[in-house]
């Protein structure tokens, strides 16, 4: 092809999945610098991205290069949420939802998991400025949503025909390269320890404000959905419900 010239297949793909993760790390290389504006922390927090093998594993390890490009769009879509909120400038949260959207087109099942529920997890527990009544709030959501379904349509499109037609997967898979089959990392990660930690945690803050109804949550709020949705993970992981996907 034009862009790999003479490469073959395999080191065309390669080739494109170190590119991606390296445009992964450069992504979110910007996002750790636009929120904490400090180049060392930035640099070392990319550092831990880079040697951590849920960044990477897929890519190289078990070949799923199409859906593992999408991770992405994360920081990218993340950095424009922020900015959002620190200038109130609504242009900001069309750009982050071009970016969901991208990562939507680019692989439509995880694409909306790994990118679009994360983002608009944050825009729903994140404080708005006083400005921005509920109603508002609500309605730049839903056209963040609707524009990054756009964007997105023709994959979801492709998806959802197939499940409704009944040809979007063929049954559990049984090879080891598939998605199902957790590598070591993830096994560790799914470890009944990490749901007992979550839970305790998400418990611990709902009881906490029982009792002390008047103590302020709002700082760690956005933390306790994230590791909700990342709980959630496991959980279906244990279920054997995303094994065909």
Known sequence: SPLFGNLDTASAMEVFAIGSHLA???AS???FFVISENVPLSLILV???FITPATFYQLFAEGFVVASIAQVFLPISLAFIYLFFKTQNTKFLIASSLSTGLSIFTHPTMGPLTVALPSVAIL???SWKKNWKNSGKYFLI???LLLAAAIGSSTLYYIFSQILGGS???GPCDNPACWGDYPQHLIRWFSVGTLVAAATSILAVIV???IKPKVNLAPIKVSVIVLFVLSLYPIAAYLKLINDF
Do not use: D, N, P, R
């Open 24 to 26: 992964f790390l450069i």
């Open 29 to 31: 290389l910007v996002l």
């Open 47 to 49: 550092f831990v991205l």
């Open 124 to 126: 729903l527990a994140s």
């Open 142 to 144: 839903a056209i963040y």
């Open 168 to 170: 979007a997967s063929s």
């Open 208 to 210: 906490t404000k029982l």
